[in-house]
Nanobody, 124 residues
Framework: QVQLVESGGGLVQAGGSLRLSCAAS????????MGWFRQAPGNEREFLAT????????YYADSVKGRFTCSRDNAKNTVYLQMNSLKPEDTAVYYC?????????????????WGQGTQVSVSS
């Protein structure tokens, strides 16, 4: 099992940046594909990005491609989401998720472990 704790959320003005972190427990972090999702009030949870266990492969949703960058530091058991050029519509609770091995996937149902979420609010 792996436990995930997100941090780094907050309030930022439009055009600004934030970096989210997701710290994972356990000693086999590199075996896990990691994903980032978000959920705005009244909306379904939305896929944002995923990264392979080695960090060598990433995939992004069109809505964030070019603005968000997902990376990981396996020595620190941490995955990051660098968010630039933030827009008010990026306001949501952001979640990281993990799945053991396998391909990069966008479906939330294929991730077994989830963090508690961190709020990101972007003002206009």
């Amino acid at each position: 099992q792996v436990q995930l704790v997100e941090s780094g959320g907050g309030l930022v003005q439009a055009g600004g940046s934030l970096r989210l972190s997701c710290a994972a427990s356990g000693r086999t972090f590199s075996n896990y594909v990691m994903g980032w999702f978000r959920q705005a009030p009244g909306n379904e949870r939305e896929f944002l990005a995923t990264i392979s266990g080695s960090g060598g492969h990433t995939y992004y949703a069109d809505s964030v491609k070019g603005r968000f960058t997902c990376s990981r530091d396996n020595a620190k058991n941490t995955v990051y989401l660098q968010m630039n050029s933030l827009k008010p519509e990026d306001t949501a609770v952001y979640y990281c998720a993990a799945r053991l091995g396998g391909m990069l996937v966008t479906s939330q149902g294929l991730y077994a472990y989830w963090g508690q979420g961190t709020q990101v609010s972007v003002s206009s």
